[in-house]
């Protein structure tokens, strides 16, 4: 497949010969600037973390135990992911919920197969979006 170069996909100068081009230059220049940013980041990569209002965290739990990953935050959360558990025993995440406390700070609960200890400290790296 070839690549996606932007005199390929939207060349204006071509348009802006034509009567019609010339009547439309403004709308043909904005549109022309457009797919360039659009095509420059889809060829360098789109991520959460640079093209969204997310945090990503590392956190440590307890099976089953309610854990504050986030207090005083102005911005609201519309969402918590766990991306990983970063522990040197693999554990898999059986259950993964999340909501605000009475103090308005943000808990998450993780329960994980293969039981761990209660008193074990498990490292996740988490992705708050907010919206």
């Known amino acids: 497949m070839a690549k996606v170069t932007i005199s390929r996909l939207f060349e204006v100068s ?3 010969t034509t009567d019609a081009g010339k009547q439309l230059k403004d709308a043909l220049t904005y549109l022309s600037e457009f797919v ?22 590392s956190v440590t739990v307890r099976a089953d135990t309610e854990t504050i990953i986030l207090t005083g935050e102005r911005r609201r959360v519309q969402e918590v992911v766990c ?7 693999y554990y898999v995440i059986s259950s993964f919920g999340w909501k605000y406390n009475s103090e308005g700070s943000i808990v998450v609960k993780v329960g994980f197969g293969g039981s761990p200890p ?4 498990i490292k996740l790296d988490i992705m708050i979006h907010f919206g």
């Open 14 to 16: 071509q348009y802006l």
């Open 83 to 89: 991306r990983r558990s970063a522990d040197d025993t």
């Open 36 to 57: 360039e940013v659009v095509t420059r980041n889809l060829r360098n990569g789109l991520t959460f973390i640079d093209n969204f209002d997310t945090t990503v965290k």
């Open 118 to 121: 209660a008193t074990k400290d």
